[in-house]
């Protein structure tokens, strides 16, 4: 079965640091796409960053591109999202998610995520 467990969030001041853990277990990654997502109250899900599991090429939202960063350990099965310079408007959950488009066949699964609140 395909879990994917976040952790990491807390409640944060703004200009704080957050690093933010999906450890992926179940199937082998290799051909998926591992990507952040986050929801506030009231406002639909969005994408924040993305990363091949095989080759490391990541993906940024533009509104984080210089604070966040997102990576992985292969050795773990275990995908990062570095978060700083933290800003009120990133408060939201925080989702990990697993993609992968093989012609016709479709892999996507979510953790159930992780609570981020920044204050001001």
């Known amino acids: 079965q395909v879990q994917l467990v976040e952790s990491g969030g807390g409640l944060v001041q703004a200009g704080g640091s957050l690093r933010l853990s999906c450890a992926a277990s179940?199937?082998?990654?290799?051909?998926?796409?591992m990507s952040w997502f986050r929801q506030a109250p009231g406002k639909e899900r969005e994408f924040v960053a993305a990363?091949?599991?095989?080759?490391?090429?990541?993906y940024y939202e533009d509104s984080v591109k210089g604070r966040f960063t997102i990576s992985r350990d292969n050795a773990k099965n275990t995908v990062y999202l570095q978060i700083d310079s933290l800003k009120p408007d990133d408060t939201a959950v925080y989702y990990c998610?697993?993609?992968?488009?093989?012609?016709?066949?479709?892999?996507?699964?979510w953790g159930q995520g992780t609570q981020v609140t920044v204050s001001s």
């Open positions: 998610n697993a993609k992968r488009v093989s012609g016709t066949l479709v892999d996507n699964y």
């Open positions: 179940g199937r082998t990654f290799s051909n998926y796409a």
């Open positions: 990363i091949s599991w095989s080759t490391g090429l990541t």
